[in-house]
């Protein structure tokens, strides 16, 4: 079993930078891909970012490509995401999730979900 939570969230000017953390529990989170999505009111929940489990891969949504940054530092069973030039769409609430063995894109590939933290952009 995994379990997952993230911080870092908060309220930002747009323009303005975060930095979003999950730290994850259980021996098996070096073996895994990590993935952050999002949901904004009233929207399906989207795909923001994948890392494969060394680090070497990464993946993005276009939307967040050049702004958004995935990292992850296995010592410390934490994945992180850096968001950079935050704009007010990218309002929303911020998940990660691991279970999947590709960074890809799709949330029914990722088994565990941390319960998510909210990021909120203002004009």
């Known amino acids: 079993q995994v379990q997952l939570v993230e911080s870092g969230g908060g309220l930002v000017q747009a323009g303005g930078s975060l930095r979003l953390s999950c730290a994850a529990s259980?021996?098996?989170?070096?073996?895994?891909?990590m993935g952050w999505f999002r949901q904004a009111p009233g929207k399906e929940r989207e795909f923001v970012a994948a890392?494969?489990?060394?680090?070497?891969?990464?993946n993005y949504s276009d939307s967040v490509k050049a702004r958004f940054t995935i990292s992850r530092d296995n010592a410390k069973n934490t994945v992180y995401l850096h968001m950079n030039s935050l704009k007010p769409e990218d309002t929303a609430v911020y998940y990660c999730?691991?279970?999947?063995?590709?960074?890809?894109?799709?949330?029914?590939?990722?088994?565990?979900w941390g319960q998510g933290t909210q990021v909120t952009v203002s004009s």
């Open positions: 999730a691991t279970g999947s063995r590709m960074a890809v894109t799709i949330a029914s590939r990722y088994a565990y």
């Open positions: 259980g021996r098996t989170f070096s073996s895994y891909a």
């Open positions: 890392i494969s489990w060394s680090g070497t891969i990464t």
